[in-house]
């Protein structure tokens, strides 16, 4: 195909077949696309038209990509990035007038305690942007980065996408929170014998946490596991429930309540929270301008912890 002959492929139909490649599912892209799924089956038929190819087939209940739609998606991926860091690059950026949408993927730690003092800075440079968050972690980062759903994500993070970039923001120091009212801290045989409360998003009782504790021969009991770190307020108010936390967690939960946070009676191997990015967005002013304030309100101590 020659140049002349690019005429005839409409762009906005290379973009739902690569939406189409993760998801697979036409109700899941219609919705991140903002489309009708009558909209999405017929751009399907007209992507296998121009690829001669079915592209994705019915397996049960689930649709899986033959082999030519794996193969097309491996050489069209790199050619959309390009594309999308060209017209990126080619705007300019003024937080002060700006409307764009920018899509962060936050770890629940993060969004809790580090995001709102980000927001307020967002806001008053940018009042016009909208901010989606995403829930991910370790586990998520990498499809939400590889499919485009966010553009930037902090989290402790693993393995990425091969195009995606990583900045060190801090050392996720830990805290343990309490709510009972004694004053003595906490000794290790204390630790260990009392109840703890873990927040879990995949719901595992054990942790990093578990792994520093293995070292110097001892173990936990968690009998509660919970999705987000708000609850722990009223889980861990007058009870004998603790929780070991990162320490910027601990600063928002102890505000205006009576829990109190405390160094942990043993030595815990700090873990890092980090801010990737997808490589396509590495030198759009807009995402730039994001990771900048990210940096600013996520890399050091913004407010002095207890």
Not at 79 to 90: E, K, N
């Given at each position: 195909m020659n140049r002349n002959?690019?005429?005839?492929?409409?762009?906005?139909?290379?973009?739902?077949f690569e939406a189409l490649m993760f998801e697979r599912n036409l109700t899941r892209v219609a919705e991140k696309l903002f489309m009708g799924q009558p909209a999405i089956s017929a751009a399907l038929a007209r992507l296998r038209d121009l690829f001669d190819d079915p592209l994705l087939l019915r397996n049960g209940r689930a649709m899986e990509p033959t082999a030519r739609a794996l193969a097309i998606l491996k050489e069209l991926q790199p050619?959309?990035?390009?594309?999308?860091?060209?017209?990126?690059?080619?705007k300019e950026f003024d937080p002060a007038t700006s409307c764009d949408i920018f899509?962060?993927?936050l770890s629940d730690d993060a969004e809790f305690g580090l995001f709102p003092p980000l927001l307020n800075r967002l806001r008053e440079e940018a009042p016009g942007i909208i901010v989606v968050v995403r829930r991910a972690n370790f586990l998520l980062m990498p499809a939400l980065l590889a499919s485009g759903e966010i553009s930037v994500g902090i989290s402790y993070t693993t393995e990425l996408p091969a195009n995606a970039k990583r900045k060190k923001l801090r050392d996720i120091g830990v805290k343990v929170l309490r709510g009972d009212k004694r004053p003595e801290p906490l000794t290790l045989d204390e630790f260990?014998?009392?109840?703890?409360?873990?927040?879990?998003?995949?719901?595992?009782?054990?942790?990093n946490i578990d792994i520093d504790l293995a070292k110097?021969?001892?173990a936990r009991r968690v009998v509660v596991a919970v999705p987000q770190f708000s609850g722990l307020r009223a889980l861990l108010a007058g009870t004998e429930l603790i929780a070991t936390v990162p320490d910027y967690a601990a600063c928002a939960l102890i505000e205006g309540c009576a829990l109190r946070a405390e160094d942990p009676p043993f030595p815990i191997e700090p873990a890092e929270l980090s801010?990737?990015?997808?490589?396509?967005?590495?030198?759009?002013p807009a995402e730039r301008w994001l990771r900048s304030r990210i940096t600013e309100f996520m890399s050091?101590?913004?407010r002095p912890l207890p």
């Open positions: 002959d690019l005429r005839r492929v409409d762009m906005n139909l290379l973009v739902i050619a959309l990035d390009t594309i999308s860091g060209a017209v990126s690059r080619a899509r962060i993927g260990c014998q009392r109840p703890h409360t873990m927040v879990s998003f995949s719901g595992d009782l054990s942790g110097v021969g001892r801010m990737v990015w997808a490589g396509v967005h590495d030198n759009d050091q101590e913004t």
